[in-house]
């Protein structure tokens, strides 16, 4: 029995810049439509990753993006909890 095994440089290939402004400019938004709470904390995770890396040289905006979005979710009980989870995931 074979199996098909990617090759390990198959996982180190960049992201290519543009794709890597997408995923910021819409992770938020992705984030205050999750389905359900594991969603959400996948989502919260992968904000940590990147601002772990990418702030602050690459993501100054980071905590003004969080911050906008937690003035702006007044009202929205939900979109102020994942905004306030995703500043705990990056603090």
Known sequence: MSHNI?????????IAQQDKEFIK???FKALDVA???VIQS???NIIFNIA??????RWPSVF???GNRIKQSMGN???LI????ALKQVV
């Open 6 to 14: 990617q090759d390990e440089d198959d996982f180190k290939r960049p």
């Open 25 to 27: 400019f819409n992770i």
């Open 35 to 37: 389905p359900n709470k």
């Open 42 to 44: 996948a989502i919260q």
């Open 52 to 57: 772990e890396v990418d702030f602050p040289d």
């Open 64 to 66: 003004d993006e969080i």
């Open 77 to 79: 009980e939900e979109a």
């Open 82 to 85: 994942s905004g306030l989870m």
